[in-house]
């Protein structure tokens, strides 16, 4: 690696990847994390415009959060000088956005550091409108939906977190020769252990927002009287949530925000897991929730609907089942069909294992990311002899 790096940043010999997202970090995107936790031949340099904790403790060191004055100068202007002067000692060799408004954020960065630009697509930066965007008040947002042909014109390569994402993202018109699928995967021996399971228990875990889908799920309990369900997360309907399952006489828990490991625990718990996700009215969508691959890799069956990435996640009836969107009593003959037979739960977990082994092992995941990040740099390498 050229140059000496700050004393402040834990680096060693290996290229750097800087791993750039506004938060750092959001509660519910441990993704974030881990894929800089997954680099091997890589090292990662954690870069963002707010400090908000959460942080995994393999990281300290790792995390560089811009002054507010700097962060507001890129949010407005674009302008990267500063953060990019604070970075450049460490030489990274190319900085990979997470979101596509950090997409645009992360561009004038990249070039005042001289490295290529990667973002990975995720959902709801692809599903969400422009005038949603616009409405949002939030500056990143309403930034990208004006400016968002720039990212799409100069951003290097553009990773999709499932196939669904990258055909919807082809249809914005972000160019087929640099956007590509890649799987975000998971630590699958965090979710080998044991299984522990309390009778007619439902697992759902995402944040409390629309396109989760948790209000469809509460009227297919009411369908189901004899299971009983945990939901792992916290967002703006909570309270919204809580009232409508009042009615259920108790039989639905609401443990809020869990760390990965708690929430590995509850999957040995659970029968299933329902995902029954769905577009919100702006037009908020999931990419590929990373809990069905998790639950994958705990052998854990899931009912999830036909939206977005989900079907690439489940193999209907073989890894678990799919349902509309936002038809309750489909989700709910789907939950009953896996709670009636402990021999269809054990076969579709089986099943859902070998799909996690065979799509979203982490480690073979993170290494062929690493792969792709050479045949960019390689890319690049050759223009640049020519």
């Known amino acids: 690696m050229a140059g000496t790096p700050p004393s402040q940043f834990a680096l060693d010999e290996r290229p750097v990847a800087a791993i750039f997202r506004s938060p750092l970090f959001n509660a519910s995107e441990t993704f974030v994390q881990a894929h800089a936790a997954g ?103 309403m930034r990208y939906a004006l400016l968002r042909r720039r990212l799409i014109e100069r951003g290097d390569l553009f990773l999709a977190v499932s196939e669904a994402v990258r055909a919807a993202a082809l249809a914005q018109g972000f160019p ?88 590995a625990g509850w999957m040995a718990r659970a029968w299933l897991l329902a995902a029954p996700s769905v577009t919100a009215r702006d037009g908020d969508a999931e990419g590929l929730p990373t809990v069905i691959a998790e639950a994958a890799a705990a052998a854990l069956p899931t009912v999830g609907t036909r939206h977005a990435g989900i079907p690439e996640a489940i193999v209907d009836g073989e890894t678990g089942f799919l349902a509309a969107e936002r038809d309750a009593e489909a989700l709910a003959a789907r939950i009953a069909e896996l709670l009636a037979s402990l021999a269809l739960r054990d076969r579709m977990g089986a099943a859902a294992r070998r ?13 062929r990311l690493e792969d792709i990040y050479d045949g960019l740099l390689g890319q690049i390498r050759s223009w640049r002899s020519k």
């Open 39 to 141: 680099l091997r031949r890589y090292q990662p340099l954690l870069i963002g415009l707010e400090h908000k904790g959460h942080a995994r403790p393999d990281l300290a060191g790792r995390i560089v959060a811009a002054p507010a004055v700097s962060g507001l100068a890129l949010k407005l202007f674009g302008a990267a000088g500063t953060l990019a002067s604070r970075l450049a000692p460490a030489a990274p060799s190319l900085v990979h956005a997470h979101f596509a408004p950090d997409g645009l954020l992360a561009l004038p960065l990249a070039r005042a550091l001289g490295v290529p630009l990667v973002t990975t697509l995720h959902g709801y930066d692809i599903g969400r409108g422009r005038a949603a965007m616009l409405a949002s008040g939030r500056l990143s947002w």
């Open 355 to 367: 799909l996690a082994v065979a799509r979203f092992d982490g480690a073979r995941q993170n290494a």
């Open 176 to 263: 087929a020769g640099r956007t590509r699928t890649h799987y975000l995967g998971v630590d699958l021996s965090r979710f080998a252990g044991p299984a522990a399971p309390e009778p007619g228990l439902v697992l759902h875990v995402g944040r409390l927002v629309e396109k989760k889908g948790t209000a469809v799920l509460i009227a297919a309990m009411a369908r189901l009287p004899e299971a009983r369900l945990a939901v792992i997360g916290d967002g703006p309907l909570r309270g919204a949530l809580e009232r409508q399952a009042a009615a259920l006489g108790g039989r639905v828990r609401f443990l809020g925000a869990l760390p990965s490991d708690a929430i």
